[in-house]
C-alpha cells in the first residue's frame, strides 16, 4: 500500500528549529516528486516546498532561506527542516507524492495524515 | 506565479441536486500536450485532501461518476450530478503546470441545505 506517515510536530518557540519527517511506505521517495503542503487553522492550502526526483528543490517566497527540504534514500524518508520559526507558520504541514507519469506530474496522491506545528511562546 | 481563483466561497447544496464550482487561474495551464494542468481536491471534514480529477477531467481512481471536470486555458469547472451526503468538505483546484510553484485556489466550502 501506498503510504506517508508524517511526524515531528509539536510546539515550538519563536525563532525556534523543527525538523518534519515523512516516511514513505509502498513507493521510493528517490524517484518520485515530493511536496509539503501547510494549512494554518481554519484556512486554505498553501503550498510549501517540492523536491524532485532528481534532487532539485524549490520553495515558495516566505519560505526561502528559513525551510530546507531533503531526503534520505535509505530512510525512505522526506524532510522539511524549519529555522527561524514564526507564529503564522503555525499549520498543519502534509506531505504529498506527485507520480511521474507519461504526461509529466499530475497530482499530489497520495498525501499523509499531517503533522500540527505550533509556534507561540 | 501563477494564481488560482474559486467561487463561490461557500456552496449550500440540497442531498440529490447537482452543485458547480468554478476556477479560474491567472495564466493558461493548457500544456502543448494538449491537457490542462489542472487538478481537483476535496478535503473531507478531519481528514487529508483526496485527489478528485487530474488533468482537468479525468477521475481519479475511486472517484464516483458523479464527479466531472471540464474547461481549458484559465476556466474550470467541478461538477456533482447529485450530491451526497458524503460529499461535504471543502474543495480545492490546483495548477501543475508550474511545478516549481505550486498554487490552490482559496477552496469553496460545500455543506448540506
Given at each position: 500500500?501506498?503510504?506517508?506517515?508524517?511526524?515531528?510536530?509539536?510546539?515550538?518557540?519563536?525563532?525556534?528549529?523543527?525538523?518534519?519527517?515523512?516516511?514513505?511506505?509502498?513507493?521510493?521517495v528517490?524517484t518520485n516528486y515530493m511536496t509539503?503542503?501547510?494549512?494554518?487553522?481554519?484556512?486554505?492550502?498553501?503550498?510549501?516546498?517540492i523536491m524532485y526526483s532528481g534532487?532539485t528543490?524549490?520553495?515558495?517566497?516566505?519560505?526561502?532561506?528559513?525551510?530546507?527540504?531533503?531526503?534520505?534514500?535509505?530512510?525512505?524518508?522526506?524532510?522539511?527542516?524549519?529555522?527561524?520559526?514564526?507564529?503564522?507558520?503555525?499549520?498543519?504541514?502534509?506531505?504529498a507524492r506527485l507520480p511521474i507519469?507519461?504526461?509529466g506530474v499530475?497530482?499530489l496522491?497520495?498525501?499523509?495524515?499531517?503533522?500540527?506545528?505550533?509556534?507561540?511562546? | 506565479?501563477?494564481?488560482?481563483?474559486?467561487?463561490?466561497?461557500?456552496?449550500?447544496?440540497?442531498?440529490?441536486?447537482?452543485?458547480?464550482?468554478?476556477?479560474?487561474?491567472?495564466?493558461?495551464?493548457?500544456?502543448?500536450?494538449?491537457?490542462?494542468?489542472?487538478?481537483?481536491?476535496?478535503?473531507?471534514?478531519?481528514?487529508?485532501?483526496?485527489?478528485?480529477?487530474?488533468?482537468?477531467?479525468?477521475?481519479?481512481?475511486?472517484?464516483?461518476?458523479?464527479?466531472?471536470?471540464?474547461?481549458?486555458?484559465?476556466?474550470?469547472?467541478?461538477?456533482?450530478?447529485?450530491?451526497?451526503?458524503?460529499?461535504?468538505?471543502?474543495?480545492?483546484?490546483?495548477?501543475v503546470?508550474?511545478t516549481?510553484?505550486l498554487?490552490?485556489?482559496?477552496?469553496?466550502?460545500?455543506?448540506?441545505?
Amino acid at each position: 500500500e501506498v503510504q506517508l506517515v508524517e511526524s515531528g510536530g509539536g510546539l515550538i518557540q519563536p525563532g525556534g528549529s523543527l525538523r518534519l519527517s515523512c516516511a514513505a511506505s509502498g513507493f521510493s521517495v528517490s524517484t518520485n516528486y515530493m511536496t509539503w503542503v501547510r494549512q494554518a487553522p481554519g484556512k486554505g492550502l498553501e503550498w510549501v516546498s517540492i523536491m524532485y526526483s532528481g534532487g532539485t528543490r524549490y520553495y515558495a517566497d516566505s519560505m526561502k532561506g528559513r525551510f530546507t527540504i531533503s531526503r534520505d534514500n535509505s530512510k525512505n524518508t522526506l524532510y522539511l527542516q524549519m529555522n527561524s520559526l514564526r507564529a503564522e507558520d503555525t499549520a498543519v504541514y502534509y506531505c504529498a507524492r506527485l507520480p511521474i507519469t507519461v504526461f509529466g506530474v499530475v497530482s499530489l496522491d497520495p498525501w499523509g495524515q499531517g503533522t500540527l506545528v505550533t509556534v507561540s511562546s | 506565479e501563477i494564481v488560482m481563483t474559486q467561487s463561490p466561497l461557500s456552496l449550500p447544496v440540497t442531498p440529490g441536486e447537482p452543485a458547480s464550482i468554478s476556477c479560474r487561474s491567472s495564466q493558461s495551464l493548457l500544456h502543448s500536450n494538449g491537457y490542462n494542468y489542472l487538478e481537483w481536491y476535496l478535503q473531507k471534514p478531519g481528514q487529508s485532501p483526496q485527489l478528485l480529477i487530474y488533468l482537468g477531467s479525468n477521475r481519479a481512481s475511486g472517484v464516483p461518476d458523479r464527479f466531472s471536470g471540464s474547461g481549458s486555458g484559465t476556466d474550470f469547472t467541478l461538477k456533482i450530478s447529485r450530491v451526497e451526503a458524503e460529499d461535504v468538505g471543502v474543495y480545492y483546484c490546483m495548477q501543475v503546470l508550474e511545478t516549481h510553484a505550486l498554487s490552490f485556489g482559496g477552496g469553496t466550502k460545500v455543506e448540506i441545505k
